[in-house]
Every structure is written in structure tokens, then in C-alpha cells.
T-cell receptor, first 113, second 114 residues
Framework: GDSVTQMEGPVTLSEEACLTINCTYTATGYPSLFWYVQYPGEGLQLLLKATKADDKGSNKGFEATYRKETTSFHLEKGSVQVSDSAVYFCALLSQGGSEKLVFGKGTKLTVNP | NAGVTQTPKFRILKIGQSMTLQCTQDMNHNYMYWYRQDPGMGLKLIYYSVGAGITDKGEVPNGYNVSRSTTEDFPLRLELAAPSQTSVYFC?????????????FGPGTRLLVL
């Protein structure tokens, strides 16, 4: 079945450091790919998405490019802030009309001042 | 805007008890979803609905039931609570399909089954 694998956390960075959170997937066809963020004590929020190969999603300084050849959707940010501390989830939605998102286990990011 | 609201915020159940988790959205969204999040894990879809009167199973539907009699409400029913249902439950809604529309999540209900 479809699956998402994220890099294990937790990740601890200093403010203004570069961030990369790896995400790879297994799916048939061309799934849509998502990154969600969960701040402490809150529900998830959509951060960005890409619905076809080579698309780049971006939001709030975060970017991710849909790479079909490496089945990856790595999340990147050039300069993190303390307010970026959260848990980040990679997810995919299979082709075929279903609304069944498949999530990775999440990566906790802590940014220190 | 209230967005997606969930009640209760926290509940302790004994094994075998039943309860209903409430979810309401005020955005007139057609699509609604129930997820569970176990510690250290990603969310798993329990049930979803694409409109009033229509529901469909997700990845982990066993032990749960849903109904969608109105656009606004999407309650989740646990009939015989089991320790394996200890989790945080999130309700979400979207105007349309996830690939086209943003999914909005509620704040969650933490459930402990003892």
C-alpha cells in the first residue's frame, strides 16, 4: 500500500540555520503531496502542497519540490525562526478520487534563540 | 470565525463505555473528516463525508460509527470503548477535494480509555 517515510526527529536548530526535513513516498501512479505543520496544542495546518511532478510548493519561507524520479518531497527553509518550532508531517493522496490522506510519523523541530 | 470546533477537549472512558465526539464547522464545507493521532505517529483517517447523508470508511474505521445528517455536524461514535482507542481525535473540513481546497482542522479531543 501507499506509505510515507520521514526523517526521524527530533531536530534541534539555532535561529537562522537552514532546515531540511526529508520525505520519501511509495505509491502507484502520481500522488499529490503535502506538508502539514502542527504547533503545540493545536490541530494540523496545511503548509504547502504539490499535485504533479516537478511542482514546487511554497509558503511562509518553506519550499518543497515534487521529485518523481527520487519519489521525494523534502521540506526546506533557508533561515528558521523560533516560531517555526512545531511538528511537521509529510502526507500523500493517491490518484483515483479517494480522500484518504496517508501521513508520515512527523518530525519535531525545535528552534533555539 | 469559529472554524472547526470539537467537544469535549478531554475525556476519560472506562472499557466498554460509549461516547460521541462532536464536530461542527461553520464554513459551509461539504467535506468533513475524522482522524486519530496516536503518540509519535501521523494521523490516520477513520471516516470521511463528502456531503450530508454520505459517509465512507477511511483507513481505520473499526470500532467507530459516523453520521452526517447536516452540513455542519459530523459526530463520531464509539460504541464499546477499548484501550486501543486511546488517542487524540481530530476533525477536519474542506470546501472540496483536498487536492483543490485547504483542509481545516479542529483543536482535537484527547481520549483516554482505562
Amino acid at each position: 500500500g501507499d506509505s510515507v517515510t520521514q526523517m526521524e526527529g527530533p531536530v534541534t536548530l539555532s535561529e537562522e540555520a537552514c532546515l531540511t526535513i526529508n520525505c520519501t513516498y511509495t505509491a502507484t501512479g502520481y500522488p499529490s503531496l503535502f506538508w502539514y505543520v502542527q504547533y503545540p496544542g493545536e490541530g494540523l495546518q496545511l503548509l504547502l502542497k504539490a499535485t504533479k511532478a516537478d511542482d514546487k510548493g511554497s509558503n511562509k519561507g518553506f519550499e518543497a519540490t515534487y521529485r518523481k524520479e527520487t519519489t521525494s518531497f523534502h521540506l526546506e527553509k533557508g533561515s528558521v525562526q523560533v516560531s517555526d518550532s512545531a511538528v511537521y508531517f509529510c502526507a500523500l493522496l493517491s490518484q483515483g478520487g479517494s480522500e484518504k490522506l496517508v501521513f508520515g510519523k512527523g518530525t519535531k523541530l525545535t528552534v533555539n534563540p | 470565525n469559529a472554524g472547526v470546533t470539537q467537544t469535549p477537549k478531554f475525556r476519560i472512558l472506562k472499557i466498554g463505555q460509549s461516547m460521541t465526539l462532536q464536530c461542527t464547522q461553520d464554513m459551509n464545507h461539504n467535506y468533513m473528516y475524522w482522524y486519530r493521532q496516536d503518540p509519535g505517529m501521523g494521523l490516520k483517517l477513520i471516516y470521511y463525508s463528502v456531503g450530508a447523508g454520505i459517509t465512507d470508511k477511511g483507513e481505520v474505521p473499526n470500532g467507530y460509527n459516523v453520521s452526517r445528517s447536516t452540513t455542519e455536524d459530523f459526530p463520531l461514535r464509539l460504541e464499546l470503548a477499548a484501550p486501543s482507542q486511546t488517542s487524540v481525535y481530530f476533525c477536519a473540513s474542506s470546501e472540496g477535494r483536498i487536492t483543490q481546497e485547504t483542509q481545516y482542522f479542529g483543536p482535537g479531543t484527547r481520549l483516554l480509555v482505562l
